[in-house]
C-alpha cells in the first residue's frame, strides 16, 4: 500500500525549514527519502532503517517513528536547490519500496 | 562506474507497436527494480530481480509487459502491442544493500 506524504506542496523562502511527513498503513522496516527535479531521475538522500532513529548530513536530515509507522524530513535553512519534488518510499522487509505522490518543494530567493 | 543506465532517453511508438527499454545497473549490483511514473505521481513499482530471478511482479503488470535479466547484469522490459495508457517514464533501479539507485528513465509516448 501506498504510503501517505504531506503536505502535498511546500513554498518557502530561502533560509526556511519545511517538514515533510510520510505515513504508512503497514509495519515498515525501512523508509527511504529521494528528491526529483522535473525531467530527472529521483536521487537517493537517505534510508532510515527499523531501530535507527534519525539520520542526517548538512541541513537535510529525517527521522524515524517505528510504533507510529511514520517518516520525517527536515530541511533546514533551505536553498534554492532543495526545489523539487520529495519522495519517501516504504519498505516492509521485501526489499521493494513503495513510493508516496510526492510533495513538490518550491523555494523561492 | 558511472550509475545506472538506461537505453534509449526517450521512446515515441505507434499504438500496437512492440517496444523493448534497457538497463545496465550499477556493476555488481544483484537488485534491480522496474517502477512506472507518471506526471504528478510517484514511481510505481512493476518489477524486482534478485540476480536473473524475477521475484516479484506488480499486479500493474499485464501480459503485455515481460522484463527478463538473462545474466543477472542488465536487464530489458518488453511492452508488446502498446497502447496510450502505457505512456509514461519507465525508471530502472539498482541496489547491493538497501539503497536504490535510479537511472534516467527511459520517457515512452505512444501515439
Known amino acids: 500500500q501506498q504510503p501517505v506524504q504531506s503536505p502535498q506542496a511546500v513554498i518557502l523562502r530561502e533560509g526556511e525549514d519545511a517538514v515533510i511527513n510520510c505515513s504508512s498503513s503497514?509495519?515498515?522496516?525501512?523508509v527511504h527519502w529521494y528528491r526529483q527535479k522535473h525531467g530527472e531521475a529521483p536521487v537517493f538522500l537517505m534510508i532510515?532503517?527499523?531501530?535507527?532513529e534519525q539520520k542526517g548530513h548538512d541541513k537535510i536530515s529525517a527521522s524515524f517513528n517505528e510504533k507510529k509507522q511514520q517518516s520525517s524530513l527536515y530541511l533546514t535553512a533551505s536553498q534554492l536547490s532543495y526545489s523539487g519534488t520529495y519522495f519517501c518510499?516504504?519498505?516492509?522487509?521485501?526489499?521493494?519500496?513503495?513510493f508516496g505522490r510526492g510533495t513538490s518543494l518550491i523555494v523561492h530567493p | 562506474d558511472t550509475g545506472v543506465s538506461q537505453n534509449p532517453r526517450h521512446k515515441i511508438t505507434k499504438r500496437g507497436q512492440n517496444v523493448t527499454f534497457r538497463c545496465d545497473p550499477i556493476?555488481?549490483?544483484?537488485?534491480l527494480y522496474w517502477y512506472r511514473q507518471t506526471l504528478g505521481q510517484g514511481p510505481e513499482f512493476l518489477t524486482y530481480?534478485?540476480?536473473?530471478?524475477?521475484?516479484?511482479k506488480s499486479r500493474l503488470l499485464s501480459d503485455r509487459f515481460s522484463a527478463e535479466r538473462p545474466k543477472g547484469s542488465f536487464s530489458t522490459l518488453e511492452i508488446q502491442r502498446t497502447e496510450q495508457g502505457d505512456s509514461a517514464m519507465y525508471l530502472c533501479?539498482?541496489?547491493?544493500?538497501?539503497?536504490?539507485?535510479f537511472g534516467q528513465g527511459t520517457r515512452l509516448t505512444v501515439v
Open positions: 533501479a539498482s541496489s547491493l544493500g538497501v539503497e536504490a539507485f
Open positions: 503497514k509495519a515498515l522496516y525501512s
Open positions: 532510515l532503517l527499523k531501530g535507527g
Open positions: 518510499g516504504t519498505e516492509g522487509g521485501s526489499y521493494i519500496p513503495t
Open positions: 556493476s555488481e549490483h544483484n537488485r
Open positions: 530481480f534478485q540476480n536473473e530471478a524475477q521475484l516479484e
